[in-house]
């Protein structure tokens, strides 16, 4: 039995719908590579929404094997969306500095978190019991912040007031249905984020879900507000 691994985080390919080939009886705790939006509460429209249903299948497949798990629900990878603000076509730093283009309202709250401390808090919860059969969420409280909030704290780091384009949703929608892959999955999932609020628009119920920096105050987590230092 020690041959096999003992934890095991697994990514499948978004059209993967066969049976995991998964050994129950010499795992321990099983992470799915899902790293994002909690699948399971998500308001997210094509072509998202099969993507995330694809995941969604694939943690009714663990619990119906019995199977330990912790699900973790990283939300936004803070390298990927802060260098650009999350911007439409922006790939690479820095972020706007003249307009920007907010999505909705501005008013839903994300989360941000550099990779560096996701993989941090996973590794603490691997053996940890109070995560098993849970989802983890990792909602550190300085990493919260509505469109609005995000775009103010870069202004004020710039010291300079942006023109701000609020794009309604209705927009939003009609630019998922035109746009190329994956341009339109990109957009869907800042839809259901920014628009719908999917991050933070439920709370975590001690029958489902931790939160990580409440299990583990001690990691040094980077803030917001650090991240975006850089580019300032």
């Known amino acids: 039995m020690s041959s096999y691994p003992r934890w095991v985080t697994c990514s499948l390919p978004i059209s993967s719908r066969s049976s995991l080939p998964l050994r129950k009886p010499v795992m321990l705790r099983f992470f799915p590579s899902e790293f994002g939006n909690d699948v399971d509460r998500v308001h997210a429209v094509e072509p998202a929404k099969s993507a995330l249903a694809i995941k969604a299948q694939i943690r009714r497949s663990i619990e119906a094997e019995g199977i ?28 706007p500095k003249d307009k920007v283009i907010i999505l ?7 989360i941000f978190n550099k990779e560096e401390d996701i993989g941090t808090y996973t590794i603490r919860a691997v053996d940890d019991p109070r995560t098993l059969n849970k989802i983890l969420y990792l909602r550190p409280p300085k990493n919260i912040y509505s469109f609005n909030e995000l775009v103010a704290l870069w202004e004020n780091k710039i010291g300079k007031t942006l023109e701000k384009i609020y794009v309604p949703e209705e927009k939003v929608l009609k630019d998922i249905e035109e746009a190329p892959l994956p341009i339109n999955v990109v957009l869907a999932i800042n839809h259901s984020v920014f628009v719908k609020g999917d991050h933070t628009n439920f709370e975590i119920e001690p029958s489902f879900g931790v939160e990580a920096s409440e299990l583990y105050p001690d990691v040094n987590y980077t803030t917001v507000e650090e991240y975006l230092g850089q580019f300032a």
């Open 68 to 95: 330990p798990y912790t699900y973790v629900s990283s939300n936004y990878f803070a390298g990927y969306f802060l260098p650009t603000l999350a911007q439409p076509g922006a790939f690479a730093p820095p972020p």
């Open 104 to 110: 909705g309202d501005g008013n839903p709250k994300a």
